[in-house]
Structures are given as structure tokens and as C-alpha cells.
């Protein structure tokens, strides 16, 4: 990447890249490398993107307008360069200036680390929702934890997975900006003491410094650019100069090391292993920072604390920052001196709580003795709202002690535990989920006393994904067919895609169509001949499964089927089989021993079916490593087919399955989550549907199911199952899968059994379907017109209109 160009040809764009990579990197442009590229060319962005900054945050603070916080433990932003220019529409200015420059664009964009501060969909969401919300041209902070090296990179060693740090900050960060005046003492443990007036102290025992790192998230047409403001952590003393002078060169830097274990990783939020206590510090951490930064804009901008509802409105995105009420409370009691009930009416009135889950593993509950040590002065507080919650739900109608137990801050069943719904619940004026079954589960299951006690509480926002991102950004040429059928507007907004919906019965426009679909399967093949070495057909389904790994999940039903297949094409060599290709990616909790075996599964089923000349290439198999946004950017575009596989009633709602139906990819799925709602706006013709509804599964669940008659009843499955347990596809370790699949036999948590004639028999829909290429194409163009209401400008709207007052 030399400048090979007329230097006379240079317009000012070029020539302000060139002085950033002199005067901010230090280098010229023939010693430049592709990152010191990718670097100025993202500096020299920056220069136009702070002024608009500046302009959003003077314009929101002249109109005294109120903000939106949304707290997070995880953004997973992914790239930041490509959305950025096709937000502020400068791409091809700032592509022909690199041109000019001998630089590619494309090839500097792809060297940009992929931020991966989050495991999955939620911390997707959070990174959705920045981008809708400087859009709609709302005041918003998001609010988070810079991670060292956020969640684990990925490696596939033999089929095993491999968890290697994340080092997207080797590089240094062009987008971000330090704020060393905005930082925060955060305390831990400690006493708390009272005075004569009946004032409380907290002296903790040990501190840290929280700091302001601030990146800036541009929205559409660049309208506004709101502050994504992540955490990092420092120590109070990072230097003991006097225990370096005694020769203790590391007890002069512990402070400072034990400070940054702070924001080193993200710790898997269905991890089981230890951690813990490090878990619920960041979580405390970061909420106390980011409410203490709240508070003093409040009180900055505002003066009066108490008028904190109407110009905050605090979004908890799941339970990891449920401390923050109490942590809001300290502050109005301990330092504003209000009394509890002001106190708590402020704080109900500012929060909002997103639930994500409804699995009873995943609630997050602290040891009581853990939480009190680390903060002793919010178990106080704990407890005193736990008895006011108590005495009101006391005197309401109808709730006895066990519901009085349900609704308790603290888990009184064996080890007592800090129930942070709860708290998160007590303490906001709304709670909503996020999707309609999700929404209506809660109110049955988890939170059915709570919600008796509060019924106008709970509410549905079902989750949406940015089309910038998940379709403008990802599928450029879909985008210009689209553009081309129905005029640009859909990109201003996403709800006018349906206009779309008549080019389906267009058979030059299902052509031009079908043939940007296989031009990015053509890519992604490459990307997989590149990186794993497989040669894929792209005339073949593509057949795509990317989520975390979970047994909810059900990637092991995936492969249970795979390989009944490929003993059906085996045995049926002269029937007319579909080629297919099945894709998996994602990444397995460092603890989750058999998310990790499935893994391995997928490999040592895809080292045998791709290595079988016997089936004549009509099934691959391959898991791609490292699963992140940008490797989700390449997969979306390039799917015919969208697995959303779910044990019905487990998934809340699901935004992977939305960005591969926008992207024109047919789902197979159960009645799950958001699948839901996506067969009710793309029609039942146009999605393939199969398996136990969550009320069936709740009824098997309670009737007692009895796995082992339902495999010895099927006999593909009964085939598949002992295939995998007796060591056909592990050789070199006959039981590898041995206990995995007498799982199924004794127990099948997730129904896998109960659900697979019914998955086996959908996937030959499937493939029937396929064979009229014609009603493939229709469907898949009325998938993606009608998906524009899953745009997270739709649901961030929602939010803002019914729960933020903002709209
Ligand atoms: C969208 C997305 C998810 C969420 O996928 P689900 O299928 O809804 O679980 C997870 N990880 C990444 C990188 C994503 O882009």
C-alpha cells in the first residue's frame, strides 16, 4: 500500500489524512503501514465527528432535555470504521481519498479489531440500541466497562475449542477519548458507622478510581453522535515509590495490578466457575461510577436532586447492574440527605429494568455474606427496601407467605442470596421483556407474584437490530437491488420495506435477487476455503447455525439430524437429495463442559461427512472459529437458511434469527422468542415452523417425560444417537460422547428427543421447498420486506415513547 498516485490529484480529504499520519502518528506515507492507515484515516474521521459531538451535547443541555442512561455489562460494538462513514454517508469521499493514496478502503476496514465487549445477543442489543438512539436523535449515554481484553478470542485445536485473550487494544484505540476529569471513587467493604443527627458513614476499606473512556456512536445521516462512556479502572496509588525504592518492584505495583483485574475480561455470564466475587466488584464498579457520573451532570446542569426523574431515565439491561438502585439510594440518602421514602420514589421513578432471562440458573442471586462484605452499606439499604416491599405486599390482597417468600429481596431457601431481579424489579417503574411469549412468560413464572403485586409493571419491548449495520452495512448489493425496486427511503425507514413485498411475484427481480444471495455465498465459500481450508458448492443450501453454544440452544439437535442425514443419503444414494451445507460458529463458556463437547462434536462430525467421497459432496459440515460481529457480518448475507432451534419457552427473544430474515434467509424454527413475531409479519408460508409450542413443553415437563421411549420409538434418531455414543465419529475416543448422549436417554432437559421427528421432517420441507426455486425466492424477498419492523428504531422508539418519556 504505497502512494502510487499523481500527488497532483490529491483533493483536502487526502491531504488531511496524509497530516494526520505525519503530525498525530509521526510517520510518512512511505513508511506507513495498513493499520497506520487505518489509524489516521479514523483520526482525521474523529475531527469532523467531535464538533457534532459537541453540537449534540450543547443542543441537548440548551434544552434542558431529559437523557436516556442505558447500563450495560456488555457492548459488543464490533467494528466501528464502515458503520461510521455510511452513517455520516462519507464513504465514498473517504474511499477515492485513500484511493488517491494508493490505500483500499475495504482492506484497511478489515484490519480494524472487532470490539468484543460482550458474549451475545444481549451485549449486541446494548450496541443496537446506541446506534437507534442516536438516530432517533434522543440524549443517551450507554454506560460500561472498557475490558482489557473483553470476551475470550476463539481458537478451534483439534476440534476443541481454545480460549485465547482478546487483544483488541494492541493497536491502541484511535476512536476513544480519556476523561480523566470525569473519574470516580468506588469503594469496597469497609464499615459503616452512624452519627448523632442519624447520618450514615460508609468508610470502605479499599478504593479504586473509575475513569471515563468515551467513543463516540455516530447515528444515521449523522444526525446526532451520543457517548458510549466505558469504565477503566485505576488505582489510587498506581506507584509505591518507596516499596520500588526497598527493591519490592511488585508490591509497588500491586494497587495498580489489583485495580485493572477490574477491566481485564468479561467473565461469560453463564459461567459457573470461580470469579464470582471479581464479577459482582465490576458490576458494582461500574454502576457506581456511572450513577455518581449521572447524578453530578443532574446536579450540575439541574441543581435539585429531586427533579432527577425528569431529566434521567436509567435503563438496566438485564440484573448485572441491579446494585445501581441501592447504589442511587446511597446517594440520595447518604449524601443528599433525603429520607427513604423520598429516597425510593426518586429511584423507582428514574430506573427501568430489561429481563433477558427466564432460566433459573441464569437469575442472578449473590451470597448474602459475599455481598454484605463487599458492601455492607447496601445490604443495609437492601434490607430496609426489602422491608418496605414487604409491609406493601403485606397489605395487599392475596398474597400469602409463600408469595411473600417469592417476592423477597433475599432468597431465604438454604444459602441465603441477594435476589437481584428482585431488587432491579422493586426498584423500577417498569420491567419489560423482550418478546411477547418472553413478556407473558414472565408474568406466569418467574415474576407471577411480583407482577400480582405490581400488575401495570411489566411490559413487552421486542428486541430489534439495526439495519445500518445488519443490512445496509453488511449486504451492500442487497441493499442497492432494494434501492433500485423501491427507492432509498427504506433506508430513513426500515418500516417502508414492505413496499418490496409485489417485486416477489417479479420474476426478473427474484433473478437479480437469487444472484446477489449466491455472489455473498460465493464470498463467504472463500472466506471459508481461506480460513479453514474447506471447499464449499455455493449452489448448495446454506444452512447456518451462529449463537453462543448452549444446550437451549440446540445445536446438538443440529448435528443429531446432520448425521442422521448423512446415513439417509448413504443408505438412499439414488434419491434426490438437496446438497446442503451446514454452518456453525459460536463460542462456548470457558466452564460449560458440555457446550464444550458439542463443539468438538461438530468437528469430529464435519472431519467425517467432509471427508466421505461416498456422499458425493451433497452435505458439508464446518464450524468457523471465533464467532464474533464481523464474522456474523460475512455469515448473515450469505444464508439461505436461519436456524433458530430453541427449546420452546427458553429463548426470550432472539436477534440473530431477525438480521438473517432481513437478509432474506428462511427460518426453521420452534414457537420461540421472537420467532414468533417474525412468522406474524413475514406469514406462516414464509418461515418453516416445527416442534413442542412452550406450553407443551411446560406439560411434558410436568407430566414426566420419558426420553428413552421416544428415541427407541424413532429409529433415525435411535441410529444418530448410538452412532455418536459408540465412537463412529470419535475413533481416536469411542465414549468421547458417551455420557452426552445417555444424557439424552435419561433426562433431555432440552427435549432434543421430543422435538426431532419434528425437526427431521421440517428440514425435508425444507428441502422441498427448495426444489421449487421459484417459491424459494418469493419467500425468502417476502422475508426481508417484511422484517422492517424489527428495526431497532422501532423498539427504541417503544422505549422511549412508554417507558423513558423522552418521545
Ligand atoms: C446477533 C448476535 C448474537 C445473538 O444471536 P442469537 O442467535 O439471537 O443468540 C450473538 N452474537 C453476535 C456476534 C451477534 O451478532
Redesign the pocket.
Known amino acids: 500500500m504505497t502512494a502510487t498516485t499523481d500527488v497532483s490529484e490529491r483533493g483536502p480529504l487526502a491531504l488531511a489524512i496524509i497530516d494526520t499520519l505525519v503530525h498525530r502518528i509521526g510517520k510518512d506515507e512511505r513508511a506507513a503501514r495498513p493499520h497506520d492507515w487505518l489509524e489516521a484515516t479514523i483520526l482525521t474521521l474523529r475531527n469532523e465527528i467531535i464538533e457534532r459531538w459537541m453540537e449534540s451535547t450543547k443542543a441537548a443541555h440548551a434544552a434542558g432535555a431529559k437523557r436516556v442512561y442505558y447500563l450495560s455489562l456488555e457492548f459488543?460494538i464490533?467494528r466501528l470504521l464502515r458503520d461510521t462513514l455510511a452513517n455520516l454517508r462519507h464513504r465514498d469521499e473517504v474511499g477515492d481519498a485513500l484511493r488517491q493514496l494508493g490505500v483500499d478502503l475495504s482492506a484497511i476496514e478489515e484490519l480494524e479489531p472487532d470490539a468484543?465487549l460482550?458474549?451475545?445477543?444481549?451485549?449486541?442489543?446494548a450496541a443496537c440500541f446506541m446506534e437507534s438512539l442516536a438516530t432517533l436523535d434522543l440524549p443517551a449515554y450507554g454506560y460500561g466497562i472498557r475490558y482489557v481484553n473483553g470476551m475470550f478470542r476463539q481458537r478451534i485445536d483439534d476440534g476443541w475449542q481454545v480460549e485465547l485473550p482478546e487483544t483488541w487494544l494492541a493497536h491502541g484505540n484511535p476512536w476513544e477519548f480519556e476523561r480523566r476529569e470525569s473519574a470516580y471513587f468506588v469503594g469496597f467493604g469497609g464499615e459503616v458507622t452512624g452519627d448523632e443527627a442519624g447520618r450514615v458513614h460508609w468508610k470502605p476499606g479499599e478504593a479504586v478510581e473509575a475513569v471515563a473512556v468515551d467513543t463516540p456512536v455516530v447515528g444515521w445521516r449523522g444526525k446526532r453522535v451520543n457517548t458510549l462512556r466505558l469504565w477503566t479502572a485505576r488505582s489510587l496509588d498506581p506507584f509505591k515509590l518507596d516499596a520500588f525504592n526497598r527493591g519490592d518492584f511488585e508490591g509497588a505495583m500491586a494497587d495498580q495490578l489489583r485495580a485493572e483485574s477490574l477491566v481485564r475480561v468479561l467473565y461469560p455470564n453463564d459461567s459457573t466457575a470461580a470469579g464470582q466475587e471479581l464479577r459482582l466488584r465490576q458490576e458494582y464498579f461500574f454502576s457506581s461510577a456511572s450513577i455518581q457520573d449521572i447524578v453530578r451532570r443532574h446536579i450540575q446542569y439541574f441543581g435539585d436532586i429531586r427533579t432527577l426523574p425528569d431529566r434521567a431515565a436509567i435503563q438496566l439491561n438485564d440484573t448485572h447492574p441491579a446494585v445501581a438502585v441501592a447504589e442511587l439510594m446511597r446517594l440520595l440518602v447518604d449524601h443528599h440527605e433525603l429520607d427513604m421514602d423520598a429516597a425510593w420514589a426518586i429511584t423507582r421513578a428514574t430506573f427501568g429494568y430489561t429481563n433477558h432471562t427466564l432460566l433459573p440458573e441464569a437469575l442472578e442471586s449473590w451470597p448474602l455474606p459475599l455481598f454484605e462484605r463487599l458492601l455492607p452499606r447496601h445490604m443495609q439499604l437492601v434490607y430496609a427496601i426489602n422491608a418496605k416491599l414487604l409491609r406493601e405486599a403485606r397489605a395487599a390482597e392475596g398474597i400469602d407467605d409463600r408469595a411473600i417468600a417469592a417476592i423477597s429481596l433475599i432468597d431465604e431457601g438454604g444459602e441465603r442470596r441477594v435476589r437481584m431481579a428482585n431488587l432491579a424489579f422493586a426498584g423500577a417503574h417498569s420491567v419489560n421483556g423482550v418478546a411477547a411469549l418472553h413478556t407473558q412468560l414472565m408474568k406466569s413464572t418467574v415474576f407471577a407474584d411480583l407482577h400480582r403485586l405490581y400488575p401495570d409493571r411489566i411490559n413487552n419491548k421486542t428486541?430489534g437490530?439495526t439495519p445500518r449495520r445488519?443490512l445496509q452495512g453488511c449486504n451492500p448489493a442487497l441493499t442497492s437491488l432494494i434501492a433500485e425496486a423501491i427507492g432509498p427511503d427504506f433506508t430513513d425507514d426500515a418500516q417502508k420495506l414492505p413496499a418490496l413485498a409485489p417485486f416477489a411475484e417479479d420474476a426478473g427481480f427474484r433473478e437479480r435477487f437469487a444472484a446477489v444471495k449466491r455472489a455473498n455465498k460465493v464470498a463467504l465459500a472463500e472466506h471459508v476455503r481461506d480460513t479453514i481450508g474447506l471447499r464449499l458448492d455455493p449452489d448448495a443450501i446454506f444452512d447456518v447455525?451462529?449463537?453462543?453454544i448452549h444446550e437451549y440452544?440446540r445445536q446438538l439437535l443440529n448435528l443429531i439430524e446432520t448425521v442422521a442425514l448423512y446415513d439417509q443419503i448413504r443408505s438412499h444414494p439414488e434419491r434426490d437429495w438437496t446438497p446442503r451445507v451446514k454452518l456453525f460458529a459460536?463460542k462456548a463458556a470457558s466452564s460449560y463442559v458440555n457446550a464444550k463437547l458439542i463443539i468438538k462434536l461438530a468437528n469430529d462430525v464435519a472431519r467425517r461427512i467432509n471427508g466421505d467421497p461416498s456422499i458425493g459432496g451433497l452435505l458439508k459440515v464446518a464450524f468457523l472459529p471465533n464467532?464474533?460481529?464481523?464474522?456474523?457480518?460475512r455469515m448473515?448475507p450469505a444464508a439461505d437458511l436461519s436456524e433458530?432451534i430453541s427449546t420452546a419457552g427458553m429463548?426470550a427473544?432472539?436477534?440473530?434469527?431477525?438480521?438473517f430474515a432481513l437478509n432474506g434467509a428462511l427460518t426453521i424454527g420452534t414457537l420461540d422468542?421472537a420467532n414468533i413475531e417474525i412468522r406474524d409479519q413475514v406469514g406462516a408460508d414464509n418461515i418453516v415452523i416445527f416442534g413442542m409450542t412452550a406450553e407443551e413443553v411446560a406439560a411434558k415437563r410436568a407430566g414426566g417425560y420419558a426420553p428413552r421411549a421416544v428415541i427407541e420409538n424413532s429409529a433415525e434418531l435411535a441410529q444418530a444417537v448410538n452412532a455418536i455414543a459408540s465412537g463412529v465419529f470419535s475413533p481416536d475416543d469411542p465414549n468421547r460422547y458417551r455420557d452426552l448422549m445417555n444424557g439424552l436417554y435419561d433426562h433431555d432437559w432440552f427435549m432434543v428427543a421430543a422435538d426431532f421427528d419434528a425437526y427431521a421432517a421440517a428440514q425435508r420441507e425444507v428441502d422441498r421447498r427448495w426444489g421449487d426455486r421459484d417459491g424459494w425466492q418469493r419467500s425468502a424477498i417476502r422475508n426481508t420486506a417484511n422484517m422492517g419492523w424489527f428495526s431497532s428504531d422501532r423498539t427504541i422508539g417503544e422505549y422511549a415513547r412508554e417507558i423513558w418519556g423522552v418521545l
Request: proline share 0%; hydrophobic share 30%.
Open positions: 459488543l464490533g468484543a460482550g458474549n451475545g445477543g444481549l451485549g449486541r442489543l428486541n437490530i445488519w447455525q451462529i449463537k453462543r440452544k459460536g464467532y464474533n460481529v464481523s464474522l456474523a457480518e448473515v433458530q429463548e427473544s432472539g436477534t440473530g434469527n431477525m438480521k422468542g
